[in-house]
């Protein structure tokens, strides 16, 4: 079957040999001009031999897991109606984040502890915390317009003001009464929210 021997193929010549041999066999002709790679290619092949290094330093579970991964957020997406990859942000994402930023003032509520009120009492009971949360942009009025140019025209200077509507409360809850914990009875007023608007 062997006979002990190897034999070798040639290495293929590279781009830069061959056209050196080429050049030497027609020197009679005009000198090539020195060819140049594009910059896209450059680009493109910095970035291949970037993802390339980065992929040889994980070990053959980390790749088959970020595998699993992404088949897992696909099917997820395909079971879910989509028709693409979830992998990048979609072109709408920046208008729903932005859209989101600019909820309506509206009268929202938290379950939490007295404690957590941050008004200085120790206690474990729990209370609805109601308060108002959003933006105004739609409550702008001539006021505000007027107000935010003469801050920007540097006539008013010291005084702080606000040159746009806030959402705050316009009328508060009934008062809520706790035990704290060393039993003593407390009742505090104006605590939650109970209409939000902007003022």
Do not use: W
Not at 87 to 93: E, T
Not at 110 to 127: A, F, K, P, Q, R
Not at 169 to 187: E, I, K, M, Q, W
């Amino acid at each position: 079957m062997f006979n002990g021997s190897r034999t070798y193929s040639p290495l293929p010549s590279s781009p830069s040999s061959s056209r050196a041999s080429s050049s030497s066999s027609s020197s009679s002709s005009l000198p090539a001009a020195p060819r140049r790679s594009p910059r896209a290619l450059q680009r493109h092949s910095s970035l291949l031999s970037q993802y390339s290094s980065l992929l040889e330093s994980y070990t053959e579970g980390e790749i088959r897991q970020l595998i699993s991964a992404l088949v897992e957020r696909y099917s997820q997406a395909m079971n879910s109606g989509g028709h693409e990859l979830p992998l990048f942000p979609r072109a709408g994402s920046r208008r729903k984040r932005a859209r989101a930023r600019h909820k309506p003032c509206a009268l929202k509520e938290l379950e939490v502890s007295v404690s957590e009120l941050g008004l200085g009492y120790e206690s474990d009971e729990t209370v609805l915390f109601r308060y108002c949360s959003g933006t105004c942009e739609a409550a702008v009025r001539s006021y505000d317009l007027s107000l935010k140019s003469m801050r920007s025209r540097r006539r008013i200077k010291k005084e702080k003001v606000r040159a746009r509507p806030c959402c705050r409360p316009l009328a508060y809850d009934d008062d809520v009464s706790f035990l704290d914990a060393y039993n003593r009875y407390y009742t505090v007023n104006e605590l939650s929210a109970k209409e939000c608007g902007c003022v």
